[in-house]
């Protein structure tokens, strides 16, 4: 099995910083791409920063520039770096993975508990 834990979270003041992680553990050959969404009360999930297997990034136009995304390989970890936050950046924050459990398998998808992420206004 495959299990997906972000740490990281809590409340920051605005113009703060915060880094989630998200560490992968179980039985894993590789993390094709990875990602974070997050969710405020009462919205939808939405993709805030996306990280493909050769390091290709992608960001929701409301965090580029504040926001960055990276991955450890050897760690199975995926990190988001958040700065210059906003009371609009509060909601929780999961992580996504796509995972190839073993040689030859089809990657799956895997989903985090959510860490929450406060701003206030």
């Known amino acids: 099995q495959v299990q997906l834990v972000e740490s990281g979270g809590g409340l920051v003041q605005p113009g703060g910083s915060l880094r989630l992680s998200c560490a992968a553990s179980?039985?894993?050959?590789?993390?094709?791409?990875a990602g974070w969404y997050r969710q405020a009360p009462g919205k939808e999930r939405e993709l805030v920063a996306s990280i493909g297997s050769i390091g290709v990034t992608h960001y929701a136009d409301s965090v580029k520039g504040r926001f960055t995304i990276s991955r450890d390989n050897v760690k199975k970890t995926v990190y988001l770096q958040m700065n210059l936050l906003k009371p609009e950046d509060t909601a929780v924050y999961f992580c996504n993975a796509a995972v190839v459990r073993y040689y030859g398998d089809h990657p799956k998808a895997y989903w985090g508990q959510g860490t929450q992420v406060t701003v206030p206004s």
């Open positions: 179980g039985t894993i050959f590789s993390i094709e791409s």
